[in-house]
T-cell receptor, first 114, second 116 residues
Framework: AQSVTQLGSHVSVSEGALVLLRCNYS??????LFWYVQYPNQGLQLLLK??????LVKGINGFEAEFKKSETSFHLTKPSAHMSDAAEYFC????????????FGTGTRLTIIP | DTGVSQDPRHKITKRGQNVTFRCDPI?????LYWYRQTLGQGPEFLTY????????KSRLLSDRFSAERPKGSFSTLEIQRTEQGDSAMYLC??????????????FGSGTQLSVL
């Protein structure tokens, strides 16, 4: 069965510093991988996804993630944090390629320090 | 694109009561999903529809839960004989078939259920 592990339920970074949110997955087949973000009082929205092809995926708001099969990882990064990045971030995996049935991690709450 | 809307935003009920939630997806979206999220956890898949057909239900979903999507538009999720363990945020999401590999889910803000 597929699963996702997000290391660190809370991450704090200074404004302008590198953001690194960790995600490791377990899957019996080459997975599709996703990062979703949830801002306060809003629904989750898709940041980026990896399906096939290029392993470095760029998303919205300057975020990117790299699929590393050998490490079973899909870490999310942003070179320079902005106050508006404060939110909860969820990594998700899918093995069922005919639909959007996802298995989510437990989330990482990102705090930006001014 | 008015987004996915869910009603109510909050529901407080007593154990044993029935509750019903409504989700209105983005109008042209033919797929609709229900997820449940408890404190400190990520969303957990419950069920999904393609148009009016319910194509899959989670094995974890109790028989007390039922979902419908008449006419392939809005959907309702009913919980009968609520239990305290049903307390959670119930999330609805919609998507458009053929959005490319992996698709893209658009989530509503959720209905927070508290069972006393």
């Amino acid at each position: 069965a597929q699963s996702v592990t997000q290391l660190g339920s809370h991450v704090s970074v200074s404004e302008g510093a590198l953001v690194l949110l960790r995600c490791n997955y377990s899957s019996s087949v080459p997975p599709y991988l996703f990062w979703y973000v949830q801002y306060p009082n809003q629904g989750l929205q898709l940041l980026l996804k990896y399906t096939t092809g290029a392993t470095l995926v760029k998303g919205i708001n300057g975020f990117e993630a790299e699929f590393k099969k050998s490490e079973t990882s899909f870490h999310l990064t942003k070179p320079s944090a902005h106050m508006s990045d404060a939110a909860e971030y969820f990594c998700a995996v899918s093995e069922d390629f005919g639909n959007e049935k996802l298995t989510f991690g437990t989330g990482t709450r990102l705090t930006i320090i001014p | 694109d008015t987004g996915v809307s869910q009603d109510p935003r909050h529901k407080i009920t007593k154990r044993g009561q029935n509750v019903t939630f409504r989700c209105d997806p983005i109008s042209e979206h033919n797929r609709l999903y229900w997820y449940r999220q408890t404190l400190g956890q990520g969303p957990e898949f419950l069920t999904y529809f393609q148009n009016e057909a319910q194509l899959e239900k989670s094995r974890l979903l109790s028989d007390r839960f039922s979902a419908e999507r008449p006419k392939g538009s809005f959907s309702t999720l009913e919980i009968q004989r609520t239990e305290q363990g049903d307390s959670a945020m119930y999330l609805c999401a919609s998507s458009l078939l053929r959005q490319g590999p992996g698709g893209k889910l658009f989530f509503g803000s959720g209905t927070q259920l508290s069972v006393l």
